[in-house]
């Protein structure tokens, strides 16, 4: 037979009303009485039902992640953050695709909260930046967080990485190997991060006295085929470069893979470095350089602000690594 929360209140010898307040986590339930009802929770393997948990009270227990962007690796992180914590907390997440260039943006996150009467949102970004989604949010009331915002960033509670010093030590990186000719692929121009990234490569250039070169950096919209297409540009000039750093892992790939394809050794004649430090980073030959930025720890603490959210908003930087492999080395002399 099903158990029910009534024999999680008969063996922890406390109300049904105070079972569901410690199933939906809510304070004031005193420390001794919690671990009570944890403790028959776990004896009877309780799982209470979703259903009877919204009808209980004025929450649905389930969140919504809004997300819009072309590296399926990065979003794959990103969902295993935010289902990781909504896991720890008894809640559902519900991953939504949206496009930002959509003229029915507001019109799609709103259809997607009156049907889901989602407890609160999670942006990804780029939409954690889409004027349309923010407005709508608003003017609904419902809480959100904003994972990497690039503007207005006292509206609400964010977690970010600093990605322009990021991009500027994996080129410091690449000037301390001795690479004076520095080609950068920049990401796709809907994400502020982008912006950031291009900022910290020129940043440590002009730090370390070589002249920035427009021609040197070429377009790119954050996917494999962008990146093979800009280093087809770069590598066809007659002053080539002697590294290329792409804004993240799956145009670094492209820049192999186009690399490889013109006999190009990597890392002798090419060094090759990128940005996420995604699961590609380790699937491609030679294995990439790249920024460990933590985005499942991202999605994750995210997530935890959306839980924990009172007033005021509260923004919480991460740290990022230079993960130094073997798609980079010292320029020939």
């Not at 002053?239 to 290329?244: D, E, S």
Request: with cysteine.
């Amino acid at each position: 037979m099903r158990v029910t929360i009534k024999d999680v209140s008969r063996v922890a010898g406390v109300s049904i009303k105070t079972v569901s307040r410690v199933m939906n986590k809510e304070k004031y339930v005193r420390d001794e009485t919690r671990r009570r009802v944890e403790a028959a929770v776990a004896q009877l393997n309780f799982s209470p039902s979703l259903a009877a948990r919204t009808l209980a009270g004025s929450r649905s227990f389930q969140i919504a992640l809004i997300y819009d962007n072309h590296s399926p690796y990065y979003i794959h992180a990103i969902q295993e953050g935010v289902w990781a914590r909504c896991r720890a907390e008894g809640v559902r997440m519900l991953a939504q695709p949206v496009d930002i260039a959509s003229e029915n943006l507001a019109q799609e996150i709103g259809g997607l909260i009156d049907e889901t009467h989602v407890d609160g949102v999670i942006l990804s970004s780029p939409v954690t930046d889409a004027p349309e989604a923010l407005a709508e949010l608003e003017r609904r009331g419902i809480r959100f967080v904003r994972i990497s915002p690039g503007t207005n960033h006292a509206i609400t509670s964010s977690v970010f990485m600093d990605d322009a010093q990021a991009a500027d030590d994996m080129t410091m990186h690449l000037i301390n190997e001795g690479h004076r000719r520095i080609g950068f692929i920049l990401g796709h121009p809907n994400h502020m991060a982008s912006d950031q990234r291009h900022y910290g490569y020129r940043r440590a250039l002009d730090r370390a006295g070589i002249d920035y070169e427009p021609d040197l950096v070429r377009p790119g919209l954050f996917d494999f085929a962008s990146g093979m297409a800009a280093a087809e540009e770069l590598l066809k000039r007659r002053a080539k470069p002697t590294a290329i750093f792409a804004s993240n892992d799956d145009m670094a790939a492209g820049v192999l893979s186009y690399a490889h394809r013109m006999g190009l050794d990597v890392p002798q004649d090419l060094s090759v470095a990128g940005f996420d430090d995604t699961d590609l980073a380790q699937l491609v030959w030679p294995p990439l350089t790249t920024i460990r930025q933590p985005t499942r720890d991202l999605a994750y603490a995210a997530t935890g602000l959306l839980f924990g959210q009172d007033e005021g908003a509260i923004h919480q930087r991460l740290p990022h690594e230079l993960m130094v492999r073997a798609s980079t080395t010292r320029v020939r002399p």
